[in-house]
T-cell receptor
Framework: QQQVKQSPQSLIVQKGGISIINCAYENTAFDYFPWYQQFPGKGPALLIAIRPDVSEKKEGRFTISFNKSAKQFSLHIMDSQPGDSATYFCAATSMDSSYKLIFGSGTRLLVRP | DAGVIQSPRHEVTEMGQEVTLRCKPI?????LFWYRQTMMRGLELLIYFNNNVPIDDSGMPEDRFSAKMPNASFSTLKIQPSEPRDSAVYFC???????????FGPGTRLTVL
C-alpha cells in the first residue's frame, strides 16, 4: 500500500513534443506529491509538487495533473527540450508517515534535438 | 549556501572493509535523510534525523549499517563490514522542516569489490 507505481520506465520525445509520465498510488492518506528531476551524477532536485486539494499545478513548461478518485497523478512537460533529458521520479508522502518520501521507480527521458 | 555536501564522491573498497560516508546538511535545516539508490530497488530511505536525533531507521537494511549525527552540521553513515551488494549511490538530503522540500547532495558512489 506504500508503493508508488511509475510508468513508463523510459521515454523518447522529439524536441518540442510533450512528455507525459504517470504515477499511481494506493494509500489514500498521501497528501503531498512531489516530482524530482535527476541529471546523471547529480542528486535529485525538486521540480514541482502538488497537494490533493487541487487538480492541476503549472510551473512554466511543467504541469502536474492530479486525479484523486483514480489515485493517479502525472507530469506533463510541454515543448520538451534536450536539456530536459534526465530521470524523473514521482513521490508521495503524508503526515501519517512523518512525511517520509516514497519514490516511484523513475522514468528516463530522452529529448531528441 | 553551498547546498548539501557529501564526501567522498566515490569510494571503492574491498569486501569486509569498513566504509564511512559523510554529510554536511544545509545550515539551519532540522531534518537529515540518508537514501540509497540502486537500479534494482530505486531510491530507498534508510534513516532520517530530526534535530540530530534518529527518528526512523526502519529502512536500514542490516545491523552492518549505522548512522550518527553528532551535531547539526555533520552526519555519517557507516557500513561495517561492507559487502558487494552494498554497492550503490548513497544520498544525503536535508530539509528545513517536516514536510518541506528535501535538498539532496551529489551522492557518494560506493563500489564494494
Amino acid at each position: 500500500q506504500q508503493q508508488v507505481k511509475q510508468s513508463p520506465q523510459s521515454l523518447i520525445v522529439q524536441k518540442g513534443g510533450i512528455s507525459i509520465i504517470n504515477c499511481a498510488y494506493e494509500n489514500t492518506a498521501f497528501d503531498y506529491f512531489p516530482w524530482y528531476q535527476q541529471f546523471p551524477g547529480k542528486g535529485p532536485a525538486l521540480l514541482i509538487a502538488i497537494r490533493p486539494d487541487v487538480s492541476e499545478k503549472k510551473e512554466g513548461r511543467f504541469t502536474i495533473s492530479f486525479n484523486k478518485s483514480a489515485k493517479q497523478f502525472s507530469l506533463h512537460i510541454m515543448d520538451s527540450q534536450p536539456g530536459d533529458s534526465a530521470t524523473y521520479f514521482c513521490a508521495a508522502t503524508s503526515m501519517d508517515s512523518s512525511y517520509k518520501l516514497i519514490f516511484g521507480s523513475g522514468t528516463r527521458l530522452l529529448v531528441r534535438p | 549556501d553551498a547546498g548539501v555536501i557529501q564526501s567522498p564522491r566515490h569510494e571503492v573498497t574491498e569486501m569486509g572493509q569498513e566504509v564511512t560516508l559523510r554529510c554536511k546538511p544545509i545550515s539551519g535545516h532540522d531534518y537529515l535523510f540518508w537514501y540509497r539508490q540502486t537500479m534494482m530497488r530505486g531510491l530507498e530511505l534508510l534513516i532520517y534525523f530530526n534535530n540530530n536525533v534518529p527518528i526512523d531507521d526502519s529502512g536500514m537494511p542490516e545491523d552492518r549499517f549505522s548512522a550518527k549525527m553528532p551535531n547539526a552540521s555533520f552526519s555519517t553513515l557507516k557500513i561495517q563490514p561492507s559487502e558487494p551488494r552494498d554497492s550503490a549511490v548513497y544520498f544525503c538530503a536535508s530539509s528545513l522542516r517536516r514536510g518541506t522540500e528535501q535538498f539532496f547532495g551529489p551522492g557518494t558512489r560506493l563500489t564494494v569489490l
